[in-house]
């Protein structure tokens, strides 16, 4: 009977250390397993994908410094930025068409490459200023002929001709346009520094509105306060009429007033093609 108790013993030790080896070796199985393929060729896109765009800021960045030096030889370098940029685009679309990217890399991959981009286009539009300055003509220019280019707005002056206000935002709507709108003070600093005759007066698209009872600008917008000093919004409060600007001052008069004017469109983006 003892006999038999213990074989039975020894049989069930032997099965639990058989079972305990499995797991044990199951678990080793688990702890080494090996990240799919698919992910690795997945991490590896990205990476070059982000080297790549790196690459690209690499490229853009010596070409400004050397433009900045040596203008004729820049003028070379500053045609490969079409090529380097098409194939970057290129090259996004290649790898995210190939890839089903889980949400959450998917968002900082966008994240990185907007930001990359962004500074890619911020490079753009520093080098073709760089080429306006020598070229005024440049095919790079985001304005007309005639226009003045500041930040992303197109702005004429009209100097030899006067025009009521309403029959000067009708020539601003004929040019695709508006009345100059002023958002903030740099914006204000810069219409002050144009070389403009100083008894000239250009109408603004500012005025009062009588159903709103209120200063409205043409996408009827109220002007922010920040904008005015305190002699020149106790003017506006105080008025009715049409607003223009004077010497880097803003004033009232009555619309049916003839004087120049000045208008603004939205600058089209530059495009890195017409960067040679």
């Keep these: 009977m003892s006999h038999e108790m213990t074989d039975a013993t020894l049989t069930f030790e032997d099965s639990s250390g058989t079972r305990n080896n499995q797991d044990k070796n199951n678990l080793k199985n688990r702890g080494n397993s090996v990240p799919s393929p698919v992910w690795r060729q997945v991490a590896l896109g990205l990476l070059t994908l982000c080297l790549v765009l790196l690459l690209g800021l690499v ?15 820049d003028s070379e370098k500053s045609s490969q930025l079409p090529e380097v940029i098409h194939h970057q685009q290129n090259n996004l679309s290649q790898q995210l068409g190939n890839y089903k990217i889980i949400p959450r890399e998917m968002e900082f991959l966008n994240s990185q490459v907007s930001n990359l981009l962004k500074r890619q286009e911020q490079m753009a539009i520093r080098l073709c200023k760089e080429l306006i ?3 005024s003509d440049h095919k790079c220019n985001p304005c007309p002929k005639t226009w003045q280019w500041y ?3 197109c702005y004429y002056f009209t100097i030899n001709e006067d025009k009521t206000w309403s029959n000067s935002r009708n020539d601003c709507r004929d040019k695709n346009s508006t009345l100059v709108k002023i958002d903030n003070l740099e914006e204000k600093d810069f219409l002050t520094s144009q070389p403009l005759s100083t008894l000239s007066y250009f109408w603004l698209g500012l005025s009062w509105h009588p159903s709103d009872r209120n200063w409205l600008w043409e996408d009827e917008s109220i002007p922010s306060p920040s904008l005015f000093s305190s002699k020149e919004l106790a003017q506006i409060n105080g008025s009715k009429g049409c607003a223009y600007f004077q010497r880097g001052n803003i004033y009232v008069s009555r619309c049916s007033a003839e004087i120049s004017w000045i208008c603004e469109k939205t600058a089209a983006l530059v495009k890195a093609e017409d960067l040679d």
């Design 133 to 135: 300055i020598h070229t």
């Design 151 to 153: 930040q992303n707005s």
């Design 59 to 73: 490229v853009l960045g010596i070409m400004f410094l050397q433009m900045s030096s040596e203008m004729n030889s």
